[in-house]
């Protein structure tokens, strides 16, 4: 029931915090939400069905070869006249528009006008919407009525052409696309407003012309509120363009970057270059040239070609092909989601985690499919909200998982800390494996044996000598944990410890011991020959053994009670170079000690029942500790030395 309750609260965490991040999605300042919209716009246009080539449509490039040719923009305006007069005279292009505003006046006006004085030839002018501007220069011109214009975009400025280059009744349409926060060119307002005159954006006016040859502008109206804008063609079906809150349309990017057919304006120019596919098309003329700098960033490319822009949505306009935003479609979405994620809630048992998991990707996955089907057929489905959503609640589940685990994970290296030292749970925990390395180290060790266990046992059952041993055992560890040793092995009716394991240097400066010190370690001045850095593990390893015996002292009335004899401890303890580490097999490893100093240490316990102490330890560890601490045994020979060993105790004051 415990589980149950804490598995609900975790479950109502991550809905809360699913909620919570959706409505400060909702509520992050727009240039945040709107990067992100942007984003997820632009990787579905990269990744939509485009088409390759474009034949229908014609740039007329004034690029670094045509400059190279006939000079340096601007070009005098006879040589614009003649380019002109190659494409509609010569050339017989079906239609003309020209990515060109001629506003200040020149030589040779009269003469570019008389070109551009031609019904299949579509002039360009610029609008300024930045909120400060109120820049007006040359004539405006191409305008058209529009029903409800109180809802159209307004500019603050333009340029315009002259009236010196303007023929009467001239078509013109503005050039001016939306620049988005981060500079890309998404949209373009297919009519705007300026000084109380609207006119169409380029591409629109060149596809009126076509149409409408001869009549002058189609009559607009914005309908839906704002939504649409309805395009009054006369005799051909009208045109409805979708718009956005901005009263801008979304320009659909389906030419490939490279897709349009590209000729060099010196090439026209060339009077020996033959063009017979040019006539009927219908040609833009602008410029690539980088030091015109007429570049724009799209979602196709980081630097296009202006002209491009418009092309793409004349070639749109040609197909009656336009991108419909659906932003009522998010709460749909988010609905679905939390209908999936009160099913989490109320969902038992293990399978939570995979009932919340498929239906959030299924959820997730199909809406990119989805979007991309949508935007091909010319529907714009709000990306970020739902997939956001679902990476949130996944993040947040995930998040939760691993607390879980992670904190499975130090419970069992808790457990597993009881078994080995805390460095080797570490990198057990770390790398998810052992295996059998050592290293090598100065270390005291610490052999306790207690005596008289055996006798003690003598009648007991297996069960009543597995207390008797525990009950030891918890004494005898909780003294070396106190003083921070480390347990090597526990023996039948005993135990050996280690001070100076590595990482124990830590512990006993970032956790210093509360435990008394019955013994000091050596002044480091009157060390010679030995580790003035080990001597406070000695000394540790010494106080420990002491405390180790005053605690089974201390539990007299229980062996008492519970029949056994009075019990004591023999304890050798000895210091020196040691090889600590995993050792073992492929089917056993265990953390062990291994060196001479050692098993003197064995050997050195085995003597205290000889000379009648209850602890001894060798001249390495003796020479650690403060000199009126210890005195001299003797010396004794042991099994497996050569030479005698010199034996100390503690003196009976401290004992």
Not at 34 to 40: F, P, V
Not at 196 to 212: E, I, K, N, V, W
Request: hydrophobic share 45%; glycine share 10%.
């Amino acid at each position: 029931m415990i589980r149950d309750s804490a598995s609900l609260r975790s479950r109502l965490a991550i809905v809360l915090l699913a909620a919570i991040l959706t409505l400060l999605y909702f509520n992050v300042p727009g240039p945040v939400r709107d990067g992100a919209e942007r984003a997820a716009y632009d990787a579905l246009v990269s990744a939509s069905p485009i088409v390759a080539e474009e034949e229908r449509v014609v740039i007329v490039d004034i690029d670094e070869r045509s400059l190279a040719q006939f000079g340096a923009w601007p070009w005098p305006r006879k040589t614009v006249a003649r380019l002109v007069d190659e494409l509609v005279s010569r050339h017989r292009v079906g239609l003309l528009g020209l990515d060109i505003v001629f506003p200040l006046r020149r030589d040779g006006d009269r003469v570019l006008r008389a070109a551009l004085d031609h019904p299949r030839v579509v002039m360009s002018q610029t609008l300024d919407f930045s909120t400060v501007s109120d820049n007006q220069v040359g004539e405006l011109a191409g305008l058209v009525a529009v029903d409800g214009r109180r809802l159209a975009p307004q500019a603050g400025g333009y340029v315009a052409n002259d009236a010196g280059v303007l023929p009467p009744g001239g078509a013109v349409g503005h050039i001016s696309p939306v620049i988005d926060d981060d500079g890309h060119i998404r949209r373009i307002y297919p009519v705007a407003c300026v000084a109380g005159s609207c006119s169409m954006t380029l591409a629109l006016r060149m596809y009126a012309q076509l149409t409408l040859p001869g009549q002058g502008a189609p009559r607009v109206a914005f309908t839906g509120s704002g939504t649409w804008l309805h395009v009054d063609l006369r005799d051909d079906a009208p045109l409805e363009l979708p718009l956005d809150s901005q009263r801008a349309l979304l320009v659909p990017y389906r030419v490939a970057p490279g897709g349009f057919p590209v000729l060099s304006a010196g090439d026209v120019l060339d009077r020996s270059r033959e063009l017979p596919w040019l006539e009927n098309s219908i040609v833009l003329v602008g410029s690539s040239a980088l030091g015109i700098g007429d570049r724009v960033a799209t979602p196709l490319a980081k630097l296009t070609p202006g002209v491009e822009v418009h092309a793409q949505l004349l070639t749109a306009l040609l197909d009656r092909s336009f991108i419909l935003s659906l932003p009522g479609t998010a709460p749909a979405f988010m609905a679905l989601a939390a209908v999936i994620l009160l099913s989490y809630l109320a969902w038992p048992g293990r399978g939570r985690s995979l009932m919340l998991g498929w239906p959030l990707l299924a959820l997730a996955g199909s809406t990119l499919p989805l979007a991309w089907l949508l935007l091909g057929r010319g529907v714009l489905l709000p990306l970020t909200p739902l997939p956001l959503m679902v990476l949130a609640i996944a993040a947040m589940t995930m998040l939760q998982q691993n607390l879980a685990l992670s904190a499975r994970v130090r419970r069992l290296g808790s457990q597993f800390s009881q078994f080995l030292p805390a460095s080797l749970v570490g990198r057990l925990l770390r790398d998810a494996r052992i295996g059998p390395e050592t290293e090598r180290h100065t270390m005291t060790v610490l052999i306790v044996d207690v005596r008289g266990f055996t006798a003690s046992s003598e009648g007991k059952t297996p069960e009543q000598i597995a207390d008797f041993a525990q009950k030891c055992f918890e004494v005898l560890s909780a003294e070396v944990a106190r003083y921070q040793g480390t347990i090597e092995k526990y023996t039948g009716d005993g135990l050996m410890a280690l001070w100076g394991v590595p990482t124990a240097d830590d512990a006993l400066t970032s956790k210093p011991s509360d435990a008394p010190m019955h013994v000091l370690p050596a002044d480091p001045m009157l060390l010679v020959g030995a580790d003035p850095g080990h001597a406070r593990y000695a000394a540790r390893a010494v106080s420990a053994a002491v405390a180790m015996q005053r605690a089974v002292d201390g539990l007299a009335g229980w062996f008492a009670d519970h029949g056994y004899g009075q019990l004591k401890l023999s304890t050798g303890l000895n210091t020196g170079p040691m090889s600590v580490g995993v050792f073992g097999g492929q089917t056993h490893l265990a953390w062990s000690a291994q060196g001479q100093a050692f098993n003197v240490a064995s050997r050195i316990e085995s003597l205290t029942r000889d000379v009648g102490e209850n602890l001894l330890m060798g001249e390495s560890t003796a020479l650690l500790l403060a000199p009126d601490a210890v005195c001299k045994v003797g010396e004794f020979s042991v099994k497996g030395v050569s030479a005698p060993v010199s034996v100390y105790a503690l003196r009976k004051t401290i004992e």
